[in-house]
């Protein structure tokens, strides 16, 4: 089993910036990926980003060039710095985990960018 806690949501306003951040413990793969996805009321959670191991790394069209996903070092920890938020940003932001046969997912937390 994995488990992921995820910090640092809250409120801010529209072009300012957050920084969440993800820790992972567990049995891990040590090949694995690890990324945030998002939610708003109503729709289906959506890729934010994912980074691998291997350092591969992508990003949703729409946070692109705004957000950026990096990795602690020699941690199982990731995080994700949102810069120039938007209205439309807000969202629970989830943690995940992707490994052989498994998908892991944190319980998220709320990002609020106000007008």
């Known amino acids: 089993q994995v488990q992921l806690v995820e910090s640092g949501g809250g409120l801010v306003q529209a072009g300012g910036s957050l920084r969440l951040s993800c820790a992972a413990s567990?049995?891990?793969?040590?090949?694995?990926?690890m990324g945030w996805h998002r939610q708003v009321p109503g729709k289906q959670r959506a890729l934010v980003g994912t980074?691998?191991?291997?350092?591969?790394?992508n990003y949703a069209d729409s946070v692109k060039g705004r957000f950026t996903i990096s990795r602690g070092n020699g941690a199982n920890t990731v995080y994700l710095q949102m810069n120039s938020l938007k209205v439309e940003d807000t969202a629970v932001y989830y943690c995940?985990?992707?490994?052989?046969?498994?998908?892991?997912w944190g319980q998220g937390t709320q990002v609020t960018v106000s007008s």
């Open positions: 995940t985990l992707g490994q052989p046969g498994n998908v892991y």
């Open positions: 567990g049995t891990i793969a040590s090949m694995h990926s």
């Open positions: 980074i691998s191991t291997a350092g591969y790394i």
